[in-house]
Every structure is written in structure tokens, then in C-alpha cells.
């Protein structure tokens, strides 16, 4: 089964008279990890609550490949395959990194037919052995007996995210995941993100960090006052005059 793309088409949101989201179209194909940067307050949290479906558009469509999903509720678009982390890690702290995962499985799509990191190959596997298989393939089988609550914030978004996968998604909405990370652990956690993008999960992420998003995105999206104001491979919209000039003010892009 070939993943779906996710598509925003002419999205806008307004709160009474400001346009927080003002006609951004975008896309975040399969295989590719898709960045949206921008300054406080440029309407990057608007966009994603209105990806994931928190929020509704005023005007135009989210659409999951040939599907409008634009009223569906978040629930309803997790059962597509839209699976999205939170900036709080949302696992459940008494329980271990295995059995959180476990609850993942039991949540994941009715059409799930396997496939990601070779799971599926087995004959009806298990859910623990679909776990256990999931956090191997991940390089995550150390954390597996670990009371969740118990992990550092680094192994944890780990976790988060072997979680999300659990549900066999084709978008993965990732809302600052690396919050909290240092160096080694954002390093690790990047890692991740390019396995799970190379397993034809489309990955749309979200974080103040623009390093981080200039280094593992494959298409950064630039936002600023609602609009989309420069899109590309990195080093394109790192390069853009716009960007440069919010940025290169904040002291936070390069040359
Ligand atoms: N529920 C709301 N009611 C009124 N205005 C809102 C609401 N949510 C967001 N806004 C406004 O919409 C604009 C975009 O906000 P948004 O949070 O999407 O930006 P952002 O790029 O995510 O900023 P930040 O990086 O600070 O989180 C801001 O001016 C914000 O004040």
C-alpha cells in the first residue's frame, strides 16, 4: 500500500480581524521530512492545528492523498494514518516504554498491513512481538523495560515517537520534538526521523530550533505574518532575503 501525501490547499484561519494562516498552500510527500519555521507569532502552531485538526480552516482544504479531511476531527485523522507527538511527551508515566508501545498497537489503523522496518513479514505476530520487533528495528530496545516516567527527556521523545509508529503512520506531525534535547540526544533523535522518512513516512516538523530544521529537513516551509514566504531544499530558503533578514535579527541563521 503507497503512503498518502499530505496537502494543505489555500488554508486560512482568522481570529476576529488577524489572519494567523493566510492562503499557505503546502505539501509533505511520502519519504520526506518537511520543516516550518518562522518568528513568533508567523502562524506556524495555527498550521498545525490545522494539519492535525484541532483547529478549522475559515477557508480552503487539508487533503490526505486524494481525501479532504478538512472537518475531520484529530481522532478521526489518526485513523487515516495522521499521528502527530506532542511538545510534552505524551506517554503514560507508570507504565513501561514496552507496554506504552503496546497500547499504540492497539490503537493503530484497521488497514494496517505492516510493512515499516520489515514488521509485518511474520505471520500474526504478536503485539509483543510486533513491540518488541518495532523498538529493535529502531535501535530502541534498551529503553524497552523502563518505567516511561523514569526516562530522561531525550529517550522519551524517542519513545514518543516509536509510539506514534506503532499506529502505522503515513504523516507523522511533529509539534517541537526537540524541545528539552541536548546535543547527543537531538543528534540521536535525528537519526530516527531520516530511518522513519526513508520507511515512506511523510514527517512534518514543527521547531524553534531552525538549525535542527535546516539540518534534517529535506523542504522547509518559512512563514512570516501568516504567509509562506519562502519554500525549498534548505540551503534555498536559508538563503532567501526574508528569512535572512528575521532571522539574521534574531542572531539564530548563518550566512
Ligand atoms: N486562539 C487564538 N485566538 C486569537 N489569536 C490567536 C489564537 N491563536 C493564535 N493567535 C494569534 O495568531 C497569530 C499566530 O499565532 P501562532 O501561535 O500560530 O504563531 P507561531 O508561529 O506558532 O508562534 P510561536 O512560535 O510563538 O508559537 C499570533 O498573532 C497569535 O497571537
Do not use: W
Request: charged share 20%.
Amino acid at each position: 500500500m503507497s503512503r498518502a501525501e499530505l496537502r494543505a490547499v489555500g488554508l486560512v484561519r482568522r481570529y476576529g480581524g488577524l489572519t494567523a494562516v493566510d492562503h499557505v498552500d503546502m505539501s509533505a510527500p511520502p519519504g520526506m521530512i518537511t520543516g516550518l519555521i518562522g518568528p513568533n507569532g508567523a502562524g506556524k502552531s495555527t498550521l498545525f492545528k490545522l494539519l492535525t485538526g484541532v483547529e478549522q480552516p475559515d477557508e480552503g482544504a487539508v487533503l490526505l492523498g486524494d481525501r479532504d479531511i478538512s472537518k475531520l476531527r484529530p481522532d478521526k485523522r489518526s485513523r487515516l494514518g495522521l499521528v502527530q507527538t506532542f511538545q510534552v511527551p505524551s506517554l503514560f508515566t507508570s507504565m513501561t516504554v514496552r507496554d506504552n508501545l503496546l497500547v499504540g498497537v492497539e490503537n493503530r489503523r484497521r488497514d494496517y498491513g505492516g510493512g515499516l522496518f520489515g514488521l509485518g513479514v511474520r505471520k500474526n505476530p504478536s503485539h509483543e512481538q510486533v513491540v518488541d520487533d518495532m523498538l529493535a528495528s529502531l535501535g530502541l530496545s534498551d529503553l524497552a523495560d523502563f518505567v516511561a516516567g523514569s526516562l530522561p527527556t531525550g529517550a522519551l521523545r524517542l519513545a514518543e515517537c516509536a509510539r506514534a509508529l506503532c499506529a502505522h503512520p503515513d504523516v507523522l506531525l511533529l509539534d517541537e520534538p526537540a524541545s528539552g534535547l541536548d546535543a547527543v540526544e537531538t543528534e540521536r533523535f535525528s537519526a530516527l526521523l531520516r530511518r522513519i522518512a526513508d520507511a515512506g513516512v511523510a514527517i512534518v516538523l514543527v521547531d524553534h530550533d531552525v538549525d535542527l530544521v535546516f539540518t534534517v529537513c529535506d523542504q522547509v516551509y518559512a512563514m512570516v505574518g501568516g504567509k509562506v514566504v519562502a519554500h525549498g531544499d534548505p540551503a534555498t530558503v536559508r538563503a532567501n532575503p526574508t528569512v535572512q533578514s528575521v532571522y539574521l535579527a534574531q542572531g539564530s541563521v548563518a550566512a
